[in-house]
Each structure stands twice: as C-alpha cells, then as structure tokens.
C-alpha cells in the first residue's frame, strides 16, 4: 500500500512539475507578445498622430492679371493650424485643377513671389538665356522684357509674410505665414471652374474650389474667402 502511495506520488509531482514548465513558457510567450503589440501600437500612434498633426489653414487666395479678362498667377496665403507639425515646403504639392487640365507644382527655393509676372531675355552673353530673373537671380543683369512662355511652369515659389519665433528657410514652422505663388498652364478665363489643393506629404490635403467672376477688369482678382 506505501508502495503504491508513492508511485501516486511521483505521479502528480511529475504532473505538478510539468504544470510549472508549461505555465512558464505560456507566460514567456504571452510577455514576448504584449511588448510587441505595445512596441506597434506606439510606432502607429507616432504615425498617427503626426499625421493628424499636420493640419494647413488657407487664409487668402487671389490671382492676376485680371485687367485683360483672364488670370495667369495664383497667390495663396496659408499657415499652420494650431497645434500642427512643421512642415517642409518641398513635402507639399500645389495642384491647379481647371475646366481641361490639371497640373501639379512642386517647391523651389529659387522661385520668388514678388514681381513673378515678368521674365526678361539677357543683353550679354550667358549660357542660359530667356531665364526668368526671379529664378535665375539676374535682377543686376541688363535685360530687356520677354513674354514669359519659358517661365517653368511646375514649380511653385514662397515669401514668408510672417516669421515665427522657430522660423526655418523652407518650413513652415508655428507662426508663420507664407504666401505660395505658381503661373497656371494656361490663361484661366471668366466664369470658368477652378480648384486649387495644397497637399502635404502627411496630413490632410486642403481645398477651395469656386468660379472666376463673370466679369474681371481689376488687376487683382479674389478667389477665396
């Protein structure tokens, strides 16, 4: 009868001992599996909330030449919203869409929003003649004026009209204001449909779309608000 105690007793020891490993190699698992989980859930809560973060305010639009009944320059005045992340303007995309065409406008740091609606062809000799001057920098140059059919018409420039207190060349930081500027493709007519989309590259993508007045005779022409 001890005899047969006994080996009971090994029994359910080795039971009990395997009980032990099994619990601690679930517990290990389960451990391994909640710190992954946790580690993706901060990795797509980062994402996320940048994402979200990145938030543009359109604060004004206009577009010239009007006094000849059709708009060539679009100006757009936006900022961050409260609370964005900077964004760098080479991650944001302009786009012009009209009646028959669509074209999109990246960044450049060599384009200026002042006097765009000119281009000149140089007096001397250069190795790239019929280049705007608010591009190529030629503002000392003799020149004399050109229409502006060689104007590159996919990119977009920008004039900081107001610098925040962390203001960097090329972001749009907290406080600031920036005024974008870029030459449609095309001459853009009265009462003709357009809408224009800022797109960063994370976030949402910001839009106004409406009609060209019936009638334009100013220079300048709101388009938004």
Same mark, same amino acid.
């Given at each position: 009868m001890a005899e047969r105690k006994a080996e009971m007793g090994m029994g359910t020891l080795v039971i009990f001992i395997a009980l032990i490993l099994v619990a601690a190699v679930a517990a290990k698992v389960l451990i391994s599996t909640t710190g992954t989980l946790q580690s993706k859930a901060l990795t797509t809560g980062k994402a996320t909330s940048h994402e979200v973060g990145t938030s543009l305010r359109i604060i004004d639009t206009y577009a010239e030449d009007g006094s000849d009944q059709q708009l060539?320059?679009?100006?757009?005045?936006? *900022?961050? @919203? @409260? +609370? @964005? &992340?900077?964004?760098?303007?080479? &991650? =944001?995309? =302009?786009s012009l869409n009209l009646d028959d065409s669509s074209t999109q406008y990246q960044y450049t740091s060599t384009a200026r929003c002042d006097n765009v609606s000119y281009t000149y062809n140089y007096t001397e000799n250069t190795s790239s003649p019929n280049t705007p001057c608010e591009i190529a920098g030629c503002a000392d140059v003799n020149f004399t004026p050109l229409n502006d059919t060689y104007y590159n018409r996919t990119y977009f420039g920008a004039k900081y009209q107001i610098t925040g207190t %962390? %203001? *960097?060349? +090329?972001?749009?930081? *907290? +406080? &600031?204001v920036v005024q974008v500027c870029f030459k449609s493709s095309r001459h853009v007519n009265e009462s003709e449909k357009f809408k224009i989309t800022v797109i960063p590259m994370v976030g949402a993508a910001m839009s106004i779309e409406g009609k060209t007045p019936d009638l334009m005779t100013d220079k300048r022409i709101s388009l938004y608000p």
């Amino acid at each position: 009868m001890a005899e047969r105690k006994a080996e009971m007793g090994m029994g359910t020891l080795v039971i009990f001992i395997a009980l032990i490993l099994v619990a601690a190699v679930a517990a290990k698992v389960l451990i391994s599996t909640t710190g992954t989980l946790q580690s993706k859930a901060l990795t797509t809560g980062k994402a996320t909330s940048h994402e979200v973060g990145t938030s543009l305010r359109i604060i004004d639009t206009y577009a010239e030449d009007g006094s000849d009944q059709q708009l060539d320059w679009v100006y757009q005045t936006i *900022k961050l @919203s @409260s +609370g @964005s &992340d900077e964004l760098r303007l080479s &991650d =944001m995309l =302009m786009s012009l869409n009209l009646d028959d065409s669509s074209t999109q406008y990246q960044y450049t740091s060599t384009a200026r929003c002042d006097n765009v609606s000119y281009t000149y062809n140089y007096t001397e000799n250069t190795s790239s003649p019929n280049t705007p001057c608010e591009i190529a920098g030629c503002a000392d140059v003799n020149f004399t004026p050109l229409n502006d059919t060689y104007y590159n018409r996919t990119y977009f420039g920008a004039k900081y009209q107001i610098t925040g207190t %962390n %203001n *960097k060349s +090329g972001y749009l930081t *907290k +406080g &600031d204001v920036v005024q974008v500027c870029f030459k449609s493709s095309r001459h853009v007519n009265e009462s003709e449909k357009f809408k224009i989309t800022v797109i960063p590259m994370v976030g949402a993508a910001m839009s106004i779309e409406g009609k060209t007045p019936d009638l334009m005779t100013d220079k300048r022409i709101s388009l938004y608000p």
